[in-house]
Nanobody, 127 residues
Framework: QVQLAESGGGLVQAGGSLTLSCAAS????????VGWFRQAPGKEREFVAR???????????YYADSVKGRFTISRDSAKDTVYLQMNSLKPEDTAIYYC?????????????????WGQGTQVTVSS
């Protein structure tokens, strides 16, 4: 059974930075790569970023337009941990952030293409 555990959320002022971590354990770990989604109150869950691992173990990254240039997804393969570095945070980035393991290499922005999810970590950006 794969388990994902997020950490690193918190309260930060606009313009500040946070780094979220997602540690994978069990089964085949992070498999095809891990993605980040977020859900703000009253809104649907939305795609944030994905680290896609190809068959040669090389990663490529994908980002939602709303975070491109501000957020960076990376991994420590030895720890099977994926990070989301978030810079220049805005109040509209406030949400619960979830990491999830991708089960396909296509349509990385679709939540149904992820099979295991973490419990989420709250990020609050004050203005």
């Amino acid at each position: 059974q794969v388990q994902l555990a997020e950490s690193g959320g918190g309260l930060v002022q606009a313009g500040g930075s946070l780094t979220l971590s997602c540690a994978a354990s069990g089964g085949t770990g992070s498999g095809l790569g891990v993605g980040w989604f977020r859900q703000a109150p009253g809104k649907e869950r939305e795609f944030v970023a994905r680290l896609l691992i190809n068959r040669w173990g090389i990663g490529s990254t994908y980002y939602a337009d709303s975070v491109k240039g501000r957020f960076t997804i990376s991994r420590d393969s030895a720890k099977d941990t994926v990070y989301l570095q978030m810079n220049s945070l805005k109040p509209e980035d406030t949400a619960i952030y979830y990491c999830a393991r991708g089960k396909t290499r296509t349509s990385v922005n679709i939540a149904e293409n992820y099979d295991y999810w973490g419990q989420g970590t709250q990020v609050t950006v004050s203005s």
